[in-house]
């Protein structure tokens, strides 16, 4: 069964940063362009930061930057390197497919405080 589980998030001070992790189960990660998206309130789901299956990735152009994604094929997991946090960047933060193809997580709250 295909399992996304985001974690990491937390409240955080302008220009402070976060790390964080999304654990995937269920199938072959490795095969698949993964991607970070993010939810404010009253606005829709956006793309954040997408990495390929061999690493070349991109950004939205708000976060260019600041953020850095990664991956590690070996543990099914991928992260999101968040520095020089905005109040902006508060949100609640999901990992998928960069194709959405798989049920959401619960994905996991960042607060950035002015």
């Known amino acids: 069964q295909v399992h996304l589980e985001e974690s990491g998030g937390g409240l955080v001070q302008a220009g402070g940063s976060l790390r964080l992790s999304c654990a995937a189960s269920g199938w072959t990660f490795s095969y698949n362009t993964m991607a970070w998206y993010r939810q404010a309130p009253g606005k829709q789901r956006e793309l954040v930061a997408q990495?390929?299956?061999?690493?070349?990735?991109d950004y939205e152009d708000s976060v260019k930057g600041r953020f850095t994604v990664s991956r590690d094929n070996a543990k099914n997991t991928v992260y999101l390197q968040m520095n020089s946090l905005k109040p902006e960047d508060t949100a609640v933060y999901y990992c998928n497919t960069l194709r959405r193809t798989y049920a959401w997580g619960q994905g996991t709250q960042v607060t950035v405080a002015s």
């Open positions: 990495i390929t299956s061999g690493g070349v990735s």
